[in-house]
């Protein structure tokens, strides 16, 4: 399985950016993915999921703010963040949910400055 996560930078709070990632190795469409993220000092948490029909589901502290998506044709997954704030700042990672594979790749860090 490789999972490869990009669209990662540097923006100030209010702004927007969107993460992609291309899993492959995997029936795509078999699976529900999610997006994760850690922040440093602190423990790598769940930030959304979505099933292979296009459900999802939010962390309350994202909800309303960040939008989840996939393509299953194209073997992505998409997380669109809104009005970002300091404290989203971490690395994020895509993986499979709820169990993850245990290769999360190296991820894309979002740093959203004050």
């Known amino acids: 399985v490789q999972l490869q996560a990009s669209g990662g930078g540097l923006v100030q709070a209010g702004g927007s950016l969107r993460l992609s990632c291309t899993a492959s190795?995997?029936?795509?469409?078999?699976?529900?993915m999610a997006w994760y993220r850690q922040a440093p000092g602190k423990q790598r948490e769940l930030v959304a999921h979505?099933?292979?029909?296009?459900?999802?589901d939010y962390a309350n502290s994202v909800k309303g703010r960040f939008t989840i998506s996939r393509d299953n044709a194209k073997n992505t997954v998409d997380l669109q963040m809104n009005s970002l704030k300091p404290e989203d700042t971490a690395v994020y990672y895509c993986?499979?949910?709820?169990?993850?594979?245990?290769?999360w790749g190296q991820g894309t860090q979002v740093t959203v400055s004050s």
């Open positions: 190795g995997i029936i795509f469409s078999n699976n529900f």
């Open positions: 979505i099933t292979g029909l296009g459900l999802t």
């Open positions: 993986n499979r949910y709820p169990t993850p594979f245990p290769s």
